[in-house]
């Protein structure tokens, strides 16, 4: 796991627009699935009203268990963006946008997630709130 809190001990160009490789580790689909729908609850804009607002990118890999499997700085949002692949699901993967708070520090701004099934504990979840 990183031992730094930005993931740049993988010579990554934490200013580059290009998607870079970090780690060769991947995860699985269930503990996307779980951050996405489990831990993160399905929030995809994190605002100052969330109590998830800040989350850093080690927060991540704590939770996820590994480093990203990729890089890239999006200039558009001055954001950036780590994307955990799945190894046993071949196009599962879960991206998330940190960006700078007013104390200078990378928090979560926005996640993403592509071909992560929502499961059925999400659904109850969601009628019973």
């Given at each position: 796991m990183s031992k730094t809190k930005?993931?740049?001990?993988y010579g990554i160009?934490?200013?580059?627009?290009?998607?870079?490789?970090?780690s060769e580790e991947l995860t699985t689909h269930d503990v996307l699935q779980e951050t996405v729908y489990g831990w993160l609850k399905g929030t995809t804009m994190f605002f100052s009203a969330t109590d998830m607002k800040n989350l850093t990118y080690g927060d991540f890999?704590?939770?996820?268990?590994?480093?990203?499997s990729e890089f890239y700085f999006d200039a558009n949002y001055e954001s950036r963006v780590y994307?955990?692949?799945a190894s046993?699901?071949?196009?599962?993967r879960f991206m998330a946008h940190f960006r700078k708070?007013?104390?200078?520090k990378w928090v979560v701004y926005?996640?993403?997630?592509?071909q992560i099934t929502m499961p059925d504990s999400?659904?109850?979840?969601?009628k019973n709130r």
């Open positions: 930005d993931g740049s001990e160009d934490l200013n580059s627009c290009l998607i870079q490789k970090m890999v704590e939770h996820i268990g590994c480093d990203a994307i955990w692949n046993d699901r071949q196009y599962a708070n007013p104390e200078d926005a996640t993403g997630a592509s999400y659904l109850e979840y969601l």
